[in-house]
């Protein structure tokens, strides 16, 4: 079972940066994309940005211009570098593997991401 561990998050205040970074256990195959979702409270999960084994990325436009998501294969790490935050920000943020042959998709167990403002 793949398994994915964050780490970063924590406080920031408005305006400042945070990194986070998620590393899996495994890679069952290359075809597979990474990428951070969040949830605030009350609200449905979303995407934040996500990035394909080819280094495509893709980010939600609240997020364009100001966060950042990279990734290095040999590791299996993504990392996420989060500037310019706002309050609106704060969430759990969660890592996810999406695996493309043999389909499956494995969550990270989430790190806390709060933005004072």
């Known amino acids: 079972q793949v398994q994915l561990v964050e780490s970063g998050g924590g406080l920031a205040q408005a305006g400042g940066s945070l990194r986070l970074s998620c590393a899996a256990s495994?890679?069952?195959?290359?075809?597979?994309?990474m990428g951070w979702y969040r949830q605030a409270p009350g609200k449905q999960r979303e995407l934040v940005a996500i990035i394909n084994s080819s280094g495509s990325p893709i980010y939600a436009n609240s997020v364009k211009g100001r966060f950042t998501i990279s990734r290095d294969n040999a590791k299996n790490t993504v990392n996420l570098q989060m500037n310019a935050l706002k309050p609106e920000d704060t969430a759990v943020y969660y890592c996810?593997?999406?695996?493309?042959?043999?389909?499956?998709?494995?969550w990270g167990q989430g790190t806390q991401v709060t933005v004072s403002s």
């Open positions: 495994e890679i069952i195959s290359s075809l597979n994309t």
């Open positions: 996810k593997l999406i695996v493309l042959v043999p389909r499956g998709d494995y």
